[in-house]
């Protein structure tokens, strides 16, 4: 008989391992603590690899994390240290790990009373809200199941169709329906593919560099406030601004120099020239350059056709589909600090994501925004979706000036 075991979850100071995740802002001290002391598994939505620990990358699946653990107590080897001495250790910092939690959960039971409290009316307001917009909110399963099961519909054509109907009721609760018809050209029109249509094919990695994973906060409290703004001073995205200004108004490329490649602006074609990989492009979107570590160069000698660049691989892409993605890359769910989430807004265009890169929601935000001035929050409320995903969808948005 194969032996099984059995786990359980217990307090940090009583675990024979330690599951982690490293995207947790208070992991650090958790991780000095107890490295020497107890194995540990490194869980990670990133590529990133973790020395001394067993990296585990998310999402989670049962198999692959009990594989993980087996390897992490396998390999692990305690720190020496006399029992006495662990011993007082384990106490004292269990002392302190039990005081601080119950700090945390009074802070945050007082946090729900106040959240509670000061946002009493959010329901009454979401209704008003939906009432005005007069939203189907109803699932696309309940709108299947409520449909009749089989529905035989004949139009009228401009000759008459000699049909021949044979009904099989061999199951009661489905018909069978066979329609024989003679032979006449009828022209079938291809339905046209609606923005709810439209899915974003995005893994779950490149959701996290566009939208990140952070969770809603109060708007309405300041110091969670503070966290889901951005200053787009000293960034990439800033420059890129700069040097299609700069392109447009010499009408000459313009290169970004600086940077471990080349990128340049042309402003006869309205698009981006690089000769490096675009997964570079997800960590520079996210770095603040020092003052003049990146400067513009005019460069009259790129060109679609004979670009002068030395590296084998040139990319053209349109100046609207770097920036909208770099604008997420630069977001990852939070709000450029120069946008107001309360001020309503409007669409002057709707975005084609058939070009654009499609992150989740996109369309059904875009269909929104493009009929109704709203506000981001407001939309939120509407839509019942997360605010890091509107927030990003504004910031690319505003980046392309596509808002009235």
């Known amino acids: 008989m194969q032996h099984q075991q059995s786990y359980s979850l217990v307090s940090a100071e009583h675990a024979e391992l330690l599951i982690v995740d490293?995207?947790?802002?208070?992991?650090?001290?958790?991780?000095?603590?107890?490295?020497?002391?107890r194995p540990i598994v490194a869980v990670t939505a990133t590529e990133q690899s973790f020395e001394g620990f067993v990296t585990l990358r998310k999402p989670l699946?049962?198999?692959?994390?009990?594989?993980?653990?087996?390897?992490?107590?396998?390999?692990?080897?305690?720190?020496?240290?006399?029992?006495?001495?662990?011993?007082?250790?384990?106490?004292?910092?269990g002392e302190r790990a039990f005081q601080d939690y119950q700090k945390r959960l009074a802070a945050g039971r007082q946090a729900i009373s106040d959240y509670k409290s000061t946002n009493s009316d959010r329901a009454q307001k979401s209704d008003q809200v939906r009432q005005r917009f007069i939203l189907d909110d109803?699932?696309?399963?309940?709108?299947?199941?409520?449909?009749?099961?089989?529905?035989?519909?004949?139009?009228a054509q401009r000759r008459p169709v000699h049909k021949t109907v044979e009904v099989s009721s061999d199951t009661p609760a489905v018909a069978s329906v066979k329609v024989k018809a003679k032979s006449v050209p009828v022209e079938h029109k291809v339905p046209e593919k609606k923005p709810a249509e439209v899915r974003a094919k995005l893994s779950y990695q490149m959701v996290y560099?566009?939208?990140g994973n952070a969770p809603d906060v109060n708007m309405y409290e300041p110091d969670q406030r503070r966290r889901v703004f951005f200053k787009d001073d000293s960034t990439l995205l800033a420059i890129l601004q700069e040097v299609i200004a700069e392109g447009e108004s010499q009408n000459i490329p313009v290169e970004i120099t600086g940077l471990p490649g080349t990128l340049a602006y042309l402003p006869a074609q309205k698009a981006f020239l690089f000769d490096f990989s675009e997964d570079l492009l997800v960590p520079l979107a996210l770095t603040r350059f020092g003052y003049q570590e990146l400067t513009l160069k005019v460069r009259p000698d790129l060109d679609?056709?004979?670009?002068?660049?030395?590296?084998?691989?040139?990319?053209?892409?349109?100046?609207?589909?770097?920036?909208?993605?770099?604008?997420?890359?630069?977001?990852?769910?939070?709000?450029?600090?120069?946008?107001?989430?309360e001020a309503p807004l409007r669409l002057a265009r709707q975005l084609d994501f058939n070009r654009l890169l499609?992150?989740?929601?996109?369309?059904?935000?875009?269909?929104?925004?493009?009929?109704?001035?709203?506000?981001?929050?407001?939309?939120?409320?509407?839509?019942?979706?997360?605010?890091?995903y509107v927030f990003s969808f504004m910031t690319a948005a505003n980046a392309l000036g596509a808002f009235k």
Not at 72 to 88: E, G, K, L, V, Y
Not at 139 to 151: F, G, L, Q, T
Request: net charge positive.
């Open 22 to 37: 490293m995207e947790h802002p208070s992991v650090g001290p958790v991780v000095e603590r107890y490295q020497n002391s």
């Open 61 to 93: 699946e049962g198999k692959r994390l009990i594989t993980a653990i087996d390897q992490a107590i396998a390999a692990f080897i305690p720190t020496s240290q006399s029992d006495s001495d662990n011993a007082r250790a384990v106490s004292s910092d």
């Open 138 to 155: 109803k699932p696309e399963d309940e709108k299947k199941a409520s449909a009749p099961r089989i529905k035989a519909t004949v139009k």
């Open 209 to 211: 560099e566009c939208c």
């Open 304 to 341: 679609v056709d004979r670009p002068s660049i030395g590296s084998a691989k040139v990319v053209i892409e349109a100046s609207d589909k770097l920036m909208w993605k770099l604008a997420l890359w630069t977001a990852k769910g939070r709000l450029n600090k120069t946008l107001d989430p």
């Open 358 to 388: 499609a992150i989740p929601h996109a369309t059904t935000i875009n269909s929104l925004w493009g009929r109704h001035s709203l506000s981001a929050l407001e939309v939120v409320k509407v839509l019942k979706i997360n605010q890091r």
